[in-house]
């Protein structure tokens, strides 16, 4: 055995710092699969088949242990420091070090001796110690069934769940659980992660699958990409620049899981808190043949990538075996790998923070990216177009001249309505007032319970729906829905229809509340107003009208000559100052006057006016697949995704647009949804930030607006052949989506894998909305509280209602079916 000695690697354009090969040991290694060990001061491989080596990495000194007669095939380090543990396998013994007493038998010039624990176990795979360290499990032959997927109880010591369908595709070679977030995690030979829910109410289901050769092909794409566009010289990362542009006859290498350990991940943005969320976030290494990568189990996307090829001065390329410390040490773990194809074990330093820092510093949020926020921090622009369009609805100063007064002249008197009588003929009344005392005890109750109601909180704790409960029949015959809308004060519900019309109900859906026709063509989107007294509908026919809740008549008809594309997308904006659109790959600024008065000879006449402010053209996009901006108080950005499958930031205090979000899913997206709250529930000034993404077959994406990253990805549903939508409750715990699967799936914020699932569909529920408040329309008599959903469903006619338990409360939900009439 020798050693080449401590020394950095400078190769090629990879930063130097990164990664530093601190000791090359040359011994023989055995045949098969070896599990090396890793702690914060040790290092332990067989050397010579038979012989453990442990090396100091504070002192670089090696201390040698014999005890074994067969090549040592495991190896693992206690949890505990004191006293520092170690346990080696072979195929005739099991043995556990103590590393401090083996140290002064060694001083004392005597032959260390460690503690055999258990002999004639056959071929050992794996060896680990328990938290507390007073116990070892040992995976030998078909002894312990961990690498075929087993969950074992450990406190009963019985088998809990079994599955053979993974190892029978692929031989597992690694796992881990990840006891924060109840996940266990495994990796095969192929490159392929499989990611379970060990919460038994989940009942073990699988989470995600990520194939790691694609994954390391997107980020290395990613990167690339992004360091083209801010100029090499800015780009430190050069990684995979041509992995999709191999040379001919050159063979496309497997990434076998040989490592899986936790990472930690903190230390790369200790002085940055406040640039992530705070959401908890799990990462980890996986070690692989020919590097190491950094998974972040929130969102299953890579964060940093390690390729031994791209360093020169590393000594191996290919590994055979590896091994991580499970913590940093002045931002530093240590890595020890053996070689594929000779006798070489080599010890790595890595720079965690660096690694990070050079690959994904075009990803951090910086000038203008960071000061984004949802909630205005600041006053408008002189050059703002929202100024703008503020200053043409003040009232310009009268052009009359003060002090002079002004004189009426004669003009003849006309009555233009006709005039009431005084009543002065009529007879006088006996009775003023009558007031009605015949009220029943329950519309007494009811009567009661809804004033309650309105004044209450929403509740920011409870379960989410789960209960049918109601259904009605919107229409007496198939029609689809392709929108709907909660007012504010959750009081109605606005449908836009494939019939041209749009529905207002009440919230306990027993009534119409009014019905607006008019459209040519179908009502693709509906919004309400902040005061909750208007309503703005866009349809396929290229035009946009808003209504009066009170009045079947439109308020405000903006035509086809106004528009040259499909209108979509529309809704209130800054608190009902303005109108927001969209119309092919630009979305419109509009700002409004509203005047329902009529004009006897020309009634024909609308008095309503609108003007356009500013037109913003999304970049290098056919067409705008989704807008999202908050009315409910005063925000300057607007969120626009396009069929480029990019999304785009857009300020308009500005006036431009400060940031691109370049490929967020695999698809355009189809919808966003922004975590909006209500005037009934409190959050967070910083949960305003988050937004979140859907896509056709890619699942749900949260993402943070202050970082532009995704921190959380959520997969269970089905959402290969329409486009569903999801929605956020009022309180920011739970979200909703539909799914083509005939069901509607709540997921909790801080899990990946769905809650609950709604069934009583016949047909894909396609959208979903919450109530913004606790409803008025309950039927009991006692004080309750409501926590509402409504979906609907592809060429739907029903609204279904469920309910769901809220503590001592009770709340309700609504869903809506296909091709049911019947209630």
């Known amino acids: 055995m020798e050693s080449a000695g401590a020394r950095c690697s400078s190769g090629g354009s990879c930063d130097p710092d990164v990664v530093c090969e601190k000791r090359l040991f040359k011994a023989k290694l055995p045949e098969p699969l070896v599990q090396l060990a890793c702690s914060h001061h040790h290092c332990a491989f067989p050397v010579n088949g038979n012989e453990l080596c442990i090396w100091n990495t504070a002192t670089a000194q090696s201390l040698f242990l014999s005890g074994h007669h067969y090549s040592i095939s495991a190896l693992s380090f206690g949890s505990n420091i004191n006293p520092p543990l170690v346990c080696s396998a072979s195929h005739e013994r099991v043995i556990v070090w103590n590393l401090d007493e083996c140290t002064q038998k060694v001083q004392e010039g005597f032959t260390p001796h460690g503690i055999v624990i258990r002999t004639l176990l056959g071929m050992v795979l794996h060896v680990r110690f328990s938290p507390d360290d007073q116990q070892v499990a040992v995976c030998a032959g078909n002894r312990i069934y961990m690498?075929?997927?087993?969950?074992?109880?450990?406190?009963?010591?019985?088998?809990?769940?079994?599955?053979?369908?993974?190892t029978a595709a692929f031989p597992l070679l690694s796992l881990l659980i990840d006891e924060e977030n109840k996940q266990l995690v495994t990796g095969c030979a192929e490159g392929q992660l499989w990611i379970f829910s060990l919460i038994s109410d989940h009942n073990y289901r699988c989470?995600?699958?990520?194939?790691?050769?694609?994954?390391?092909?997107?980020?290395?794409?990613?990167?690339?990409?992004?360091?083209k566009e801010i100029g090499e010289g800015q780009n430190d990362s050069k990684v995979c620049k041509t992995d999709n542009m191999r040379p001919e006859g050159s063979v496309e290498t497997s990434l076998p899981v040989l490592l899986i350990e936790h990472c930690d991940f903190s230390v790369c943005f200790r002085n940055e808190e406040k640039m992530y969320s705070a959401l908890n976030t799990s990462y980890f290494w996986i070690g692989t043949s020919t590097g190491l990568l950094i998974i972040n189990l929130a969102n299953f996307e890579l964060e940093a990538f390690l390729s031994y090829k791209d360093y020169s001065d590393l000594s191996i390329r290919f590994a055979r075996s590896c091994a991580l410390t499970k913590k940093t040490v002045n931002g530093k773990v240590l890595c020890l790998i053996t070689s594929m194809f000779e006798d070489m074990i080599a010890v790595l330093e890595v720079n965690l923070a660096t690694l990070v820092r050079t690959q994904n510093n075009v990803f951090l949020p910086c000038g203008n990216e960071s000061s984004l926020s949802v909630i205005a921090r600041c006053s408008l622009l002189t050059n703002s177009p929202l100024l703008k369009g503020l200053k043409k609805n003040r009232k310009e100063p009268s052009s009359k001249t003060f002090g002079v007064k002004s004189t009426v002249k004669d003009k003849p008197l006309v009555?233009?309505?006709?005039?009431k009588s005084s009543g002065y003929t009529a007879a006088p009344r006996k009775t003023m007032f009558s007031p009605n005392t015949n009220l029943n005890k329950k519309e007494v109750s009811k009567w009661k319970t809804s004033c309650k109601c309105k004044s209450k909180e929403y509740p920011l704790d409870g379960d989410p729906p789960i209960k049918y409960e109601k259904q009605i029949s919107v229409t007496c015959k198939p029609t689809p829905i392709f929108c709907i809308q909660y007012s504010g004060d959750g009081e109605m519900l606005a449908c836009g229809l494939a019939d041209k019309t749009v529905l207002i109900f009440n919230s306990n859906l027993t009534d119409t509340y009014n019905v607006f026709s008019g459209h040519d063509g179908a009502v693709n989107s509906v919004g309400w107003s902040h005061n909750k007294k208007w309503l703005v509908s866009a349809s396929e026919d290229r035009t946009l009208r808003v209504w009066s809740v009170c009045n079947k008549e439109p308020a405000l008809i903006m035509g086809k000559e106004n528009f040259d594309k499909t209108v979509r997308f529309a809704q209130f904006y800054?608190?009902?100052?303005?109108?927001?659109?969209?119309?092919?790959?630009?979305?419109?600024?509009?700002?409004?006057?509203?005047?329902?008065t009529k004009d006897d000879l020309k009634r024909y006449k609308q008095k309503s006016v609108f003007k356009l402010v500013q037109k913003?053209?999304?970049?290098?996009?056919?067409?705008?697949t989704?807008?999202?901006?908050?009315?409910?108080?005063?925000?300057?950005?607007?969120?626009t995704a396009g069929s480029n499958r990019a999304l785009e930031v857009f300020d308009l205090n500005a006036g431009c647009s400060t940031a691109v979000i370049p490929e967020v899913h695999t698809r355009s997206?189809?919808?966003?949804?922004?975590?909006?709250?209500s005037s009934f529930s409190t959050q967070q000034p910083e949960a305003y930030n988050l937004f979140m993404t859907t896509a056709a077959g890619d699942g749900i994406k949260l993402w943070d607006l202050r970082t532009l990253r995704c921190e959380r990805r959520f997969e269970g549903h089905s959402s290969r052949c329409y486009p569903c939508g999801i929605a956020v409750s009022p309180c920011g715990r739970f979200i909703a989506s539909g799914s083509d699967d005939k069901y509607?799936?709540?997921?909790?914020?801080?899990?990946?894998?769905?809650?609950?699932?709604?069934?009583?569909h016949t047909e894909s529920v396609i959208n979903v909305t919450f109530s913004p408040s606790s409803p008025q329309w309950l039927h009991l008599e006692r004080e309750d509280g409501q926590d509402d959903l409504l979906g609907s469903c592809k060429t739907s006619v029903c609204l279904k209602l469920f309910c769901f338990k809220l503590k001592a409360k009770q709340g309700f939900c609504i869903i809506s079916c296909n091709n049911e009439s019947s209630v």
């Not at 989470?207 to 360091?227: D, Y």
């Open 147 to 166: 690498l075929s997927a087993k969950v074992w109880d450990y406190s009963t010591g019985q088998l809990i769940y079994q599955s053979g369908i993974i």
């Open 415 to 419: 009555f233009h309505n006709k005039i």
């Open 669 to 677: 997206v189809h919808q966003i949804y922004q975590n909006k709250g």
């Open 626 to 639: 989704s807008l999202s901006a908050v009315n409910d108080f005063y925000s300057y950005i607007v969120l």
């Open 574 to 596: 800054f608190l009902d100052t303005f109108i927001l659109l969209c119309c092919g790959a630009e979305f419109h600024l509009l700002n409004f006057h509203l005047d329902t």
């Open 616 to 624: 913003f053209p999304m970049a290098s996009t056919v067409e705008i």
């Open 744 to 760: 509607a799936y709540i997921y909790e914020m801080r899990s990946s894998t769905f809650l609950h699932k709604l069934g009583r």
């Open 207 to 227: 989470v995600t699958h990520i194939n790691l050769k694609k994954e390391q092909e997107k980020f290395c794409n990613k990167v690339w990409k992004s360091g």
